[in-house]
Each structure stands twice: as C-alpha cells, then as structure tokens.
C-alpha cells in the first residue's frame, strides 16, 4: 500500500501551490496568487511538513521590512501626486511623435529603478492617454514603450522591483555595486525600444505630427511634496552608503516609510490603505512554501548537481530559464524558487544574472510582469485596448534582444574582472 510520507505530501502542495499560480495568469481563473501561496504555506503547516515556529522562521522578514517601507514611501508619493507632476512636465517637453516616444521611454525607465515599476506605470498611462488624443495620435505604441521600458529601467537598482529586492536582500550586493554593473543593461534596453518602436508603427512617426499638450486635472498637493520628496530622496542616499554607515537597506527603507507618515501632510491611515499588503501575503506565503520544500530536503538532489556551477554556464542558464519560467509563474515565484541554488553557488556574477533575466524576461509576453497588467487594465478603462497579439510582437523582439544584450554585457564584465 502507498505510504504517503513528508516529502510527498511537500511534493504534491509545492505543486499544487505553483499550478494554482500558473492558473492565476489566466482569465476568468477566480483564484489569484496570494490565495493559491496562502493556501500552499498553510497546507504545508496543517499537514505536518513543517511546524508552525518554523513556518515564522521561514519568512525573510528582511525583505518584507524593504517592501514595507518602499510601499510607504510610494504610496506617500502617489498621493502627492509626485509622479503625475514628474509625467507631465517632462513630457511637456516633447514637440514631435519621436521625441515624446524618447522622452517616454527614458523618463518612464530611470523613475522605475527608483520608484518602483508598479507605481509608476500606474501614474504615466493617465497622462500619456491624455496627451496622445490630444494630439490625434494613436496611443498604444507609446504605451507599448511605457511597459517595455519600465520592466527594462526597474533591472538596474535593488528597489526597482520585487524580485530585485528578493536578490539584493539575500546577496553581499551593495546598492551601489547593484546599480553600477546593471545600468549599462538597462540603457542599452532602452536604447532598443525606440527604433523597434518605430519600426514596428511607422505610420505614427511618418510625417509632421505636432503633440499637442493641454494641461491635465491632476491634483498635486505641493505642501506636502516639501516633505515626502526630501525624504524619498534622503532614504536613496542611505540606500548608496548603507555599507559604510553600517545601516541595512531594509530599516533606511523603514525610517523613510515612518518619516513619511509622521511629517507627511497626507492621513496615515489613507497612506496605509494604499500598501499592498495582499503583495507581502504573497511573498510571506512563497518563502513558507519553498522552506518547506527545501527543509524536507526535496530539492538536494538539484543543489547536488550545482546545476549553476561553473559561472559562465551559470550565466547562459539563468537566462534561458527565466525566459521559460517568467511567462508561466512569473519572476516573483521563479525567483524565490532559484534563492537555494543562488546561495549555494554564491556568485555576484550569478545574482546580477538573475535580477537582470528574470526581470527582462517579464517583457515577452502581456502576463510576463506585474506591470504590464497595469497598463493593460489602466488604459481599458480610458477606452484604450492593447491585444494580446500586437503586444507580442515588440514584447518577444525586445525580450529577446535584450536578454542577449544583458547575457553579453555581463560576460564582459566578469570577463575583464569586474565581476567574480
């Protein structure tokens, strides 16, 4: 008779967790991620894989403190109005279809290393809607561009996403170190979008189109940008020499998020509706799910092989596999996954590799990243559709452009020893 022991009860919840994770990407699927992740820790608890002091222990609290305190500070930010007012008067400057699709792409990509990709698709799609018909002009590869290139801007720094964060709290990367050997990967991504942009609508930068700009309704509440700006700005700062201060870029994340909310102008309470915390379920469930996993030594038989050993082989198989796996459970889950096998092979090299491909792999495809669905959902509610198919065709050419890109740049740096 089949004996059901931990390992298989762990085996068969993981998998359960990820297909219901896998599903979640689909439509009309009333199951989301956190639910499905929930579901997987709390199994994992009940059913006796792991105990419930260990699932707490289980959980990277490092982690969810960043993202907490990252979330305070945005949402701060949001409310201000702060990126609106960033989108507006820099697209103000914009004369013809071309420079408003350059200025798009290269505002858009440096606010999302910064300010997180998710916030600020959600502030730019409003403005770029508005000002594209005003101008008579067809809005989709502009925010087409938008999706692209804050996927592509948000790989440079360790806040500018979420699974970055995952990478920079769990390698011995400084923030500045993080910055320095992406940056190239990310202006040379951006860089590509404009002419396969162009390319791919002609007709929207064929001829004399002047961009019409008319002052938007946005609400911006100044007084309160005296305070939450300096700050946001303040807590960058630390981030760049938290090594030297012998500060953690978690609690500079936190002191930020807690100045925000005492000197800030904006109600606390409305600041703290604002923070994802279903985002922070999701994660503390992950880390519960993949401890369980890892703790009843299902995944020994894959750290013994050190399938990334060797780091230029490494290098090509992270991003092989981020391109596979971030289309079907996303780079969040994908990254969590991989988190043993980074530790054990313990390269900086490796690290960037996957903050880099996971993160460039979430362009491919409408449900590649977090941020695609934003904009998508955004602008269908100004009456502007973006199909599967026509988001396809730039995504995939400029994923796999760039993967070849980011896979080529850091060969050279750990070639010429700038990376070990």
Request: charged share 10%; aromatic share 12%; glycine share 6%.
């Given at each position: ?20 994770i ?22 994992m ?8 002091d ?11 403190a960043?993202?907490l ?17 960033i ?12 420079q ?18 998710d ?17 008579r ?22 806040t ?13 990367l ?5 910055l ?12 590509v ?9 002609p ?11 008319h002052?938007?309704?946005?609400n911006y509440?100044?007084?309160?940008m ?5 700050i946001?700005?303040g ?16 609690v500079?994340?936190l ?5 925000v ?18 985002l ?45 796996l ?20 313990n390269?900086?090299l ?12 979430g ?10 669905l ?29 993967l ?17």
């Open positions: 008779m089949f004996e059901w022991n931990t390992q298989t009860v762990a085996l068969v919840i993981f998998i359960i967790t990820y297909i219901g896998i599903l979640t990407r689909l439509p009309k699927i009333n199951v989301d991620r956190p639910s499905a992740a929930f579901f997987g820790a709390v199994a608890i009940v059913f006796g894989v792991i105990g419930f260990e699932a707490i222990h289980a959980i990277d609290f490092n982690t969810i960043l993202l305190g990252m979330m305070i500070i945005i949402a701060t930010l949001e409310l201000d109005g702060f990126f609106s007012l989108a507006e008067k820099t697209i103000d400057y914009s004369r013809t279809p071309m408003l699709l350059t200025i798009i792409v290269f505002v858009t990509g440096l606010a999302s290393a910064f300010l997180v990709n916030a600020v698709v959600l502030l730019f799609t409003p403005v770029i809607i508005t000002i594209c018909r005003a101008s002009i067809n809005a989709v590869p502009f925010l087409i561009a938008e999706i692209l290139s804050s996927n592509i801007g948000s790989a440079m720094t360790m500018g996403n979420p699974q970055n964060m995952l990478i920079g709290i769990n390698s011995n400084t923030y500045g170190g993080f320095l050997h992406l940056l190239p990967v990310s202006i040379v991504g951006m860089l979008i404009i002419p396969v942009i162009r390319f791919l609508y007709d929207v930068f064929r001829g004399k189109t002047e961009i019409q700009y002052e938007t309704n946005f509440d100044f007084t309160s005296k305070f939450s700006v300096p946001f700005l807590v960058i700062v630390l981030f760049f020499i938290s090594h030297l201060m012998h500060l953690s870029i978690p500079i994340a002191i930020g998020g807690s100045l909310l005492i000197f800030g102008r904006i109600k606390p309470s409305k600041i703290i509706k604002e923070v994802d915390w279903v922070l379920l999701f994660f503390a469930s992950l880390f519960v799910v993949v401890y369980a996993v890892e703790n009843v030594g299902l995944m020994n038989p894959l750290l013994e092989t050190q399938a990334l050993a060797g780091d230029t082989h490494g290098l090509l198989v992270l991003h092989g596999l981020s391109l596979f971030s289309q079907i459970v996303s780079n969040v889950p994908f990254t969590i996954v991989m988190l043993p096998l980074m530790k054990l092979a390269s900086d490796l690290w960037l590799s996957l903050a880099s491909a996971s993160t460039l792999a362009n491919a495809t409408i449900i590649g990243a977090m941020a695609n934003i904009v998508i959902e955004s602008a269908a509610g100004y009456g502007v559709k973006i199909k599967f198919w026509e988001f396809l065709k730039p995504g995939l050419l400029i994923t796999v452009l760039t070849f890109l980011s896979f080529g740049i850091l060969y050279i740096q750990y070639y010429y020893g700038y990376l070990r």
